[in-house]
Every structure is written in structure tokens, then in C-alpha cells.
């Protein structure tokens, strides 16, 4: 994934945003994971902030540590009704992470590598 920046303004506290392949979001501290769910591929610029600071990801409410960027809880719905999948999702994601972007405060921009 190539560098990129976006107006810090763009990523208050609580909120998540896309820049390039990255979901960057604030939780207390910013932060830049692959932009994509491993569940589904689902958009995870598009999910949200829980009271914990991990990433959620829009479509099964799957949660993500984004400081190791691995599954803390797997997909939820109807996908919590299988048995071993959340399991499986979360073993998936201890070997498969999400991948880390570093972000760098510049001024009044966030430049994420």
C-alpha cells in the first residue's frame, strides 16, 4: 500500500475514514489498518468505534484490535449461528492480521505508510 495523507479534521475522535487501501480511524489515538474485513471483504472505512477502541466492521459487527490488527470477535447475525465459525474467523486472523499502517501527525495532516 502506497503512502497517503488526509486532513486530520477529516478523523475526529470516534469516527473511522478511508484513505487509499487504509481504514484510518480515531480511537483516543489514530490509527490505519487494511481497509478490508477479512470476513467478507466488507469495507471497514465504513464501520465504526466500540467503547473498547477496537474497529468494527459494518456488515456482521466484527471486532478488531487495531493495534495488532486481529479479530477480537468474529462475525455476528446470522454467521454467530454456525457453529465453530466465529472460532475459525478469529484462528483466521491470529495468522492473518490485518495489516498496520504507521500514521504521522504533520501539521494539520495525518500522512499514513
Given at each position: 500500500m502506497s503512502a497517503s495523507s488526509i486532513p486530520a479534521s477529516d478523523v475526529p475522535p470516534g469516527s473511522v475514514t478511508g484513505s487509499?487501501?487504509?481504514?484510518?480511524?480515531?480511537?483516543?489515538?489514530?490509527?490505519?489498518?487494511?481497509?478490508?474485513?477479512?470476513?467478507?471483504?466488507?469495507?471497514?472505512?465504513?464501520?465504526?468505534?466500540?467503547?473498547?477502541?477496537?474497529?468494527?466492521?459494518?456488515?456482521?459487527?466484527?471486532?478488531?484490535d487495531v493495534k495488532t490488527g486481529q479479530m477480537t470477535q468474529g462475525p455476528q447475525g446470522v454467521?454467530?449461528?454456525?457453529?465453530?465459525?466465529?472460532?475459525?474467523f478469529i484462528a483466521l486472523t491470529k495468522a492473518w492480521p490485518l495489516r498496520r499502517g504507521r500514521v504521522t501527525v504533520d501539521g494539520d495532516e495525518l500522512q499514513i505508510d
Open positions: 487509499g487501501g487504509y481504514a484510518v480511524g480515531n480511537n483516543g489515538e489514530y490509527f490505519a489498518v487494511s481497509r478490508r474485513c477479512r470476513h467478507l471483504r466488507a469495507d471497514l472505512a465504513k464501520g465504526s468505534i466500540d467503547a473498547d477502541g477496537c474497529l468494527v466492521c459494518p456488515w456482521h459487527q466484527s471486532k478488531y454467521f454467530a449461528k454456525m457453529p465453530g465459525l466465529d472460532a475459525a
